[in-house]
């Protein structure tokens, strides 16, 4: 809602309330249906700040011709139509236009419907219908229009759009065009479009609707022990204006209730389906292909678990310096890809919350490379949400610097090392700087370790690292290295 708002806080409209912005959130979210039901554009006309109307929002019909093929949201109404918008404010009522307008080479007619919000009518909504290529109610048989009708009654008496409408289309939100029955006030089918009779035969339903109470016509279907949404009988009753969901023997479908109301009192209802099997099968496989992913990375991070503790077995029993030194160095990498493959088992997608995972091995590696001394380890900004690959490589090179910087820079001396990380949409910019003796710039490049961080920036990352010495009074070195295969 947030892009709605901002656009009716600003010119050329008039400032509302936030509460009355809300209303028309509801009222814009919810009016395809209306569109759909009559076959023609909606626009809603609010009062600028010019002494004049501006359209805010504008819906086609998916079921016939569109009037605007241009973009009409932040025009302003021509000065010659004012008076009958006006004209609506004023008396609060449903005004057609007794003039047919055209529009290039199309003839245009227009209702004009008032949007009340306590007491107050805050904007208009304009019914324009293209009267040169008006074609049959698809699937509406005739019923289609005053329904319609009734929905812009209830809208001119605040009554539509609903408090409770749903928004969000995580069910998969029907429209009229996936299929609509109309009940009356008992639940009773008066109508069903022929897309509404191919989705309950898929349900298992066989025979006619019409006549039927919709709620007695469900309740077999669904198997003894399957799990039913709890709103179902309030939606098939047409009693509220919620969304649930029905799933007999593999097929899934939506259904949305819109009660019909005359002065508060409900009359009937207007039900829309849309048959969401495929969209469920593909979730299921999603979340099985994201389970299995997840249980991969577990095992790969349980298995390089068994391969660190080798080497570390391997080196106790060796009296090689150098051989012992290697071993523990090859240890703690595997230690450091283990413990990005553990992040990754508990990630329903390849992606992995970096900070904390640093944060684990910063410790890991401060422990193991300062055993004879105290080094403090610091980190600051944040790395965001890195790929696997990335993460892999990134926590490899990292540990290689902190290593260096403790090993190496603080040597036999206590010390800090600071990490930071700066994250914009085109590149991560991460240094590790130390107040050691400051790295000598012959010999960097020459360990097996600043190798490996080289090769993986470049391969991996797709960016570069520099070493330089940091200038007095200040002590050490500061690494510099940019990520941009993140």
């Not at 293209?130 to 009654?153: C, D, S, T, Y």
Request: glycine share 8%; proline share 4%; with cysteine.
């Amino acid at each position: 809602m947030s892009t709605f708002t901002r656009e009716l806080g600003e010119a050329p409209f008039s400032p509302l309330p936030e509460t009355a912005v809300e209303h028309l959130y509801r009222l814009v979210a919810d009016w395809q249906i209306l569109s759909d039901l009559s076959q023609a554009d909606l626009l809603l006309w609010l009062e600028n700040r010019y002494d004049g109307f501006s359209c805010a929002a504008h819906c086609r019909p998916a079921t016939g011709p569109t009037v605007h093929l241009d973009d009409v949201i932040g025009l302003s109404l021509p000065s010659t139509r004012q008076a009958l918008m006006e004209e609506v404010l004023i008396s609060g009522e449903i005004i057609e236009n007794p003039v047919r307008r055209w529009t290039g080479m199309n003839t245009v007619s227009e209702s004009l419907i008032p949007v009340p919000y306590q007491g107050k009518i805050i904007g208009v909504v304009a019914v324009e219908t293209n009267l040169a290529f008006q074609v049959g109610e698809i699937g509406g048989e005739g019923w289609f229009k005053p329904v319609a009708g009734q929905l812009r009654g209830m809208m001119a008496r605040g009554e539509f759009p609903y408090e409770t409408t749903p928004t969000v289309s995580n069910h998969g939100n029907p429209r009229v065009m996936d299929g609509a029955l109309l009940l009356d006030s008992e639940g009773k089918v008066q109508h069903a479009s022929p897309n509404a009779l191919s989705a309950f035969k898929r349900l298992g339903f066989s025979g006619s609707l019409v006549g039927q109470v919709l709620a007695e016509v469900v309740t077999p279907l669904v198997a003894t022990g399957s799990v039913v949404d709890e709103t179902l009988a309030v939606v098939l009753m047409g009693r509220a204006s919620w969304v649930t969901e029905i799933e007999v023997s593999g097929v899934s479908m939506t259904v949305r209730a819109l009660p019909l109301l005359e002065e508060g009192v409900r009359t009937g209802a207007l039900l829309l389906t849309r048959d969401v099997t495929e969209q469920r099968n593909r979730e299921k496989q999603l979340l099985s292909k994201d389970a299995t992913i997840r249980e991969i990375h577990h095992r790969v991070k349980n298995n390089l678990q068994t391969v660190s503790a080798l080497l570390r077995l391997q080196a106790r029993r060796n009296d090689n310096s150098t051989v012992k030194e290697a071993l523990a160095e090859a240890e703690r990498r595997i230690s450091i890809i283990a413990t990005v493959h553990e992040a990754l088992s508990q990630t329903v997608d390849e992606t992995v919350a970096f900070d904390e995972t640093f944060g684990k091995l910063l410790a890991l590696v401060a422990t193991a490379a300062s055993e004879d001394h105290f080094v403090e380890t610091k980190f600051t900004g944040s790395f965001g949400k890195l790929g696997a690959d990335a993460a892999s490589a990134l926590g490899v090179v990292l540990s290689e610097l902190v290593t260096n910087a403790i090993e190496h820079g603080l040597a036999g001396r206590g010390g800090t090392v600071i990490v930071n990380a700066e994250r914009n949409p085109e590149e991560l910019v991460v240094t590790v700087t130390d107040d050691g003796v400051g790295a000598d710039p012959e010999q960097i490049g020459s360990g097996l370790g600043t190798q490996i961080v080289k090769t993986l920036v470049s391969t991996e990352l797709g960016g570069t690292v520099q070493w330089e010495r940091r200038n007095p009074p200040d002590s050490g070195t500061r690494v510099r290295l940019t990520a941009t295969r993140l």
